[in-house]
């Protein structure tokens, strides 16, 4: 087994590394990691992206929004997170066991004064307070699985852009379990920083599998940046690879009146649009549905469809900044 070091915080660099180790690197051997992202909400293959986060909170603090390889429920990392990824044979007796992964975070753990539990199929606990959940992608003879370690987290915001808005969204996407987190940072007698913890935590697992480094080759670096470009920085795949949805939008708007949308959306496209509300208006609402009709639900494609129409004559005083928070929140 290899270590393959990687001091990048950039979420969608290290979801495509993944996939690169995975794909490319993992033929010949296995590897792990230990890395962590700067502020992003990582959603799960199977999920629908609008129904797990808060949009408004989301954009306001500039938290980056990416779909991972693996199934299961959306989590929210910062650089209090520490991330550990495994990517080896599947199949082999003894290659690939859950709690063997786990036990080295549990033995760094107790040498820090910590007592820390394998809790059901994918979580680790302290007091029964979830502190590392983890995922899993088979394919080919292979497995990915990789897991959180809330360190030092600012679990304020874990909840708060995780928390969706009361606008109605109904998803036949998996939906996430919100489950009673900690930091593991609360519970240690020496309150080291998250840097050391890694360095820690790094000793243990290169004692426990004997592993070797690999460093990536600029050769390496150029296929993840390829793979950054074409997919984990594309709306397609981090919005757009949702399952079919439909979605309300409500909103009381001074001078305005009540205005409520409905969207059905498939792949992020909208295909029906529908207005109702409280609302004045000199024109009826068809031409404008039939422009948004086809549309990506994203702000900048939604600006362009509206670029030659004056919102105003559907819905009385509404200005098309306004309107678009409707649409795109």
Not at 86 to 95: D, H, L, M, Y
Not at 304 to 327: C, K, M, P, W
Request: with cysteine; glycine share 8%.
């Amino acid at each position: 087994m290899l270590y393959l070091e990687n001091d990048s915080v950039d979420p969608h660099y290290n979801l495509a590394l993944e996939q690169y180790v995975f794909d490319i690197l993992a033929l010949g051997h296995s590897f792990f990691m230990l890395w962590r992202n700067r502020n992003a909400i990582i959603v799960g293959k199977h999920q629908n992206t609008v129904a797990e986060i808060n949009a408004d909170f989301v954009k306001k603090n500039n938290i980056h929004v990416v779909r991972r390889l693996s199934g299961g429920g959306a989590v929210y990392h910062d650089l209090g997170n520490v991330n550990f990824t495994f990517i080896t044979q599947a199949g082999v007796p003894g290659a690939f066991d859950f709690a063997s992964f786990c036990r080295p975070v549990l033995r760094a753990l107790a040498e820090l004064g910590v007592e820390a539990d394998i809790n059901g199929r994918n979580d680790m606990t302290i007091d029964g307070r979830k502190f590392s959940g983890n995922a899993q992608y088979y394919r080919g003879g292979r497995v990915l699985h990789h897991g959180t370690i809330l360190y030092d987290s600012n679990l304020s915001i874990v909840g708060e852009a995780l928390v969706i808005p009361k606008d109605k969204i109904e998803s036949k996407g998996l939906t996430s379990i919100r489950s009673r987190v900690t930091n593991v940072k609360a519970y240690m007698l020496e309150k080291i920083p998250v840097e050391r913890f890694m360095a820690i935590l790094q000793d243990s697992m290169l004692r426990e599998f004997r592993m070797e480094k690999y460093s990536l080759t600029p050769k390496d670096i150029a296929a993840v940046q390829k793979l950054r470009k074409e997919v984990y920085d594309t709306w397609e795949w981090n919005y757009g690879a949702s399952p079919v949805y439909s979605i309300t939008r409500e909103r009381r708007v001074d001078d305005v009146g009540k205005i409520s949308v409905y969207m059905n959306i498939k792949q992020g496209v909208i295909g029906d649009i529908a207005f109702f509300g409280d609302y004045f208006g000199n024109a009826d609402a068809a031409p404008l549905a039939l422009a948004l009709t086809g549309c990506r639900r994203e702000r900048g494609a939604l600006s362009r469809a509206l670029e030659n129409i004056n919102v105003g004559s559907y819905f009385h005083n509404l200005d098309q900044e306004t309107f678009l928070d409707i649409l795109a929140q």
